[in-house]
């Protein structure tokens, strides 16, 4: 049972031009939700979150738009950058205090 | 500030036999989770430890143990190992409390199990 999905395994842009990412979950009660970066042979690496009581929250070149009815979350990162190039991972926080983890999303930024 | 370490890096071990795979939190954390990441997937919340007590335990069978020790450094046990084990396993600490759950992540331990 994926209660946090990414459809896209992989994603391919063009240097400068917008990368977006897309993530839904299923579980109503999900009320935070995170997206981590993460380079091959390093562990992951946190780089912005969403509380549920907001709809956006931007950060230098990347924004996460959360769209609670929907049950969907994207990461937008303008301008991409060849550095951007990473596994990205969709994650929320039960009520437990755990993350759970999309299966993520390989975004290759070509110059 | 010290990160996450997780030792060792790589390893590689038989079907059925046991391994040990370690973690030394960051500094001024005292939660310490472990998840396992298998190719191609995102990592699987194994369980978490908290004042070296077990503390919420993710979809894997009692051959999968842990420990956490009084400076908040953890083990993760895995006995009778099986092919499906092989992954790459995470550790993450935190400070419970702390309301922007800043989990930090370590490397991880590479294992193959042949």
């Known amino acids: 049972d994926q209660q946090v999905k990414q459809n896209s395994p992989s994603l391919s842009v063009q240097e400068g031009r917008i990368s977006i990412l897309n993530c839904d979950y299923t579980?109503?009660?999900?009320?935070?939700f995170l997206w981590y970066k993460k380079y091959p042979a390093e562990g992951p690496t946190f780089l912005i979150s969403i509380s549920s009581i907001k709809d956006k929250n931007e950060d230098g070149r990347f924004t996460v738009f959360l769209n609670k009815s929907a049950k969907h979350l994207s990461l937008h990162i303008v301008p991409s950058q060849p550095g951007d190039s990473a596994v990205y991972f969709c994650a929320a926080i039960d009520q437990g205090g755990k993350l759970i983890f999309g299966q993520g999303t390989e975004l290759s930024v070509k110059p | 500030e010290t990160g996450v370490t997780q030792s060792p890096t790589h390893l590689i071990k038989t079907r059925g036999q046991q391994v040990t795979l370690r973690c030394s939190s960051q500094?001024?954390?005292?939660?310490v989770s472990w998840y396992q990441q298998a190719l191609g997937q995102g990592p699987q919340f194994i369980f978490q430890y908290y004042r070296e007590e077990e503390n919420g335990r993710g979809n894997f069978p009692p051959r999968f143990s842990g420990l956490q020790f009084p400076n908040y450094s953890s083990e993760l046990n895995v006995n009778a190992l099986e092919l499906d084990d092989s992954a790459l396993y995470l550790c993450?600490?935190?400070?419970?409390?702390?309301?922007?759950?800043?989990?930090?992540f370590g490397s991880g331990t590479r294992l193959t199990v042949v």
């Open positions: 500094s001024g954390h005292n939660t």
């Open positions: 993450a600490s935190s400070q419970r409390g702390q309301g922007d759950y800043g989990y930090t």
């Open positions: 579980n109503s009660m999900f009320d935070y």
